[in-house]
């Protein structure tokens, strides 16, 4: 196999030690135009639409092209030429692993690599669900594909240019839980990178795409086999292998952050152009691998623990994203095979501690038992009110199509159904979200009982949170129980939150505001100029 190199060798005093620096200096730039791009909106009230790589999925279920969508094609369609450059040089996630590995490897400490089949096929699942499965979903319900659209920057969702950066970002809480378990629980668990390796659906993408692209890092001298690069590999390929079976790096794996170039003392490594991997990959017995660490039968209690996880997790509380499900539910998955082995007496080591051996479980292991214990009983309690969300949210929407019938019998029973499973979430969940309150509202609106929906509306507005929704919600309420001064009071503070909000979604409240002040006329106690009798 021939390889162009693109640049000549340089000879062994030019070539730099490593390319961290530069690296580690390309990824703050990242942060630091992120930064400037929140700034830019704060100041202006209105900005470029987030480069956020998750809005494809707008793009592809609702039509609305979306500033991220056309990032996440220029990001493709460079990796298809030059390889995963992006991943290591500019995604922020990865950033976040490195540095967590650096901080690790400050304390020397450098965590083994968790090998497991079933968690590398997890990536390309979420890229179906993500992906492909929401478009699957209209043309096997026969519906048409949704036409594509570029949004005006007064909508809801600008296409490019927009006044709601944040439409689509988590709160502080959610980002920096993402950036945690993303970043930094799941490299000290699984090893570095392994995110990348067993969560990320862009990765996903951008693997398949490296496999066509024909710039690689390429053998292009004597390779005296040392595995320096190999041993400077964060994501764990074996270069050198690869690079004498194939004369380049073939693994999807490899995210071009060039680190082998540097470590190799020969100047052997290079980055050039040469035949594009396809499948040499996965040849077998080409390259000697390391081993699995689980056995079939193990791998697939993985996939299954890993499938049971992101439907717990997934959008629980209203906040867990997929990507974070993912990585929880991958991490639940290892340690419910370490807990396996462990009560199993089978030797096992994790996080590099020694948690039986021979037959007997350590002290370690007891501790290790213990947590995981508490583990089991968060994801039982997350599962029980995740099922109660689910049935929560079915609720909501027989309610609305039983109303949108005029069948308001049937109405009422749903909602009463769905504030059985709320007040549920209320007693015994670890968090009570906005929508949890605003859902609850709503469905007691609906029963013969609407003034039991007045202290959750009066909870969101004291949060601040969906306004000015709750406040006409909570205007209209009081005009129904004939107080109408109370309900002119939150009618006129919602008023001055309109001019404030996007022109349209302003338009539409102020229609909503007219049609509450309408009520408010009409109750006997109204008198104009604000009094009540
Ligand atoms: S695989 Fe995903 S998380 Fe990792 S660097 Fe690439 S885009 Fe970022
Ligand atoms: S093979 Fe080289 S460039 Fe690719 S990830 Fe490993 S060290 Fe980085």
Redesign the pocket.
Known sequence: MRATPILPAPAPADRPRSFGRRRAGCLIAVHLLIAAHIVHWRLAGRTLAPLELNEVVYTLELGILTAGFVFMVLITLSVLLFGRFFCSWGCHILALQDLCAWLLEKVHIRPKPVRSRAMLLTPLGVMGLMFLWPTAQRLLAGEPLPTWRVMRPEDPWGSFVTDDFWRNLPGPWIAGLTFLICGFVIVYALGSRSFCRYGCPYGAVFGLMDRLAPGR?VARGDCSQCGA?TA????H?R?HSELTVFGR?VDPQ???????VAACPEGAIGYGIAAPALFASWKRGAVRRPRADYSWGEELAIAAIIVLGVLIFRGLYDALPLLLSVALATLLAWIALTTWRVIGGVPVRAVRLTLARQGAVTLAGWGWLTGAFMVLLLTLHSASMRLHEVALNRAYDATEQALARGDEPAAERHAATGVGHALALHRWGLIRPDGLLLRTASLLEWTPHPRLAEPFLRELIDRGAHEPEARLRLAALLARDRRSAQAIEQLELARRLIPAMPRETGERYQQRLDQVAAMIADTPEYSPGGGAG
């Open positions: 890092i690069c400077a590999c964060q994501s390929i270069v790096v490899c995210l071009k952050d060039l680190d082998c």
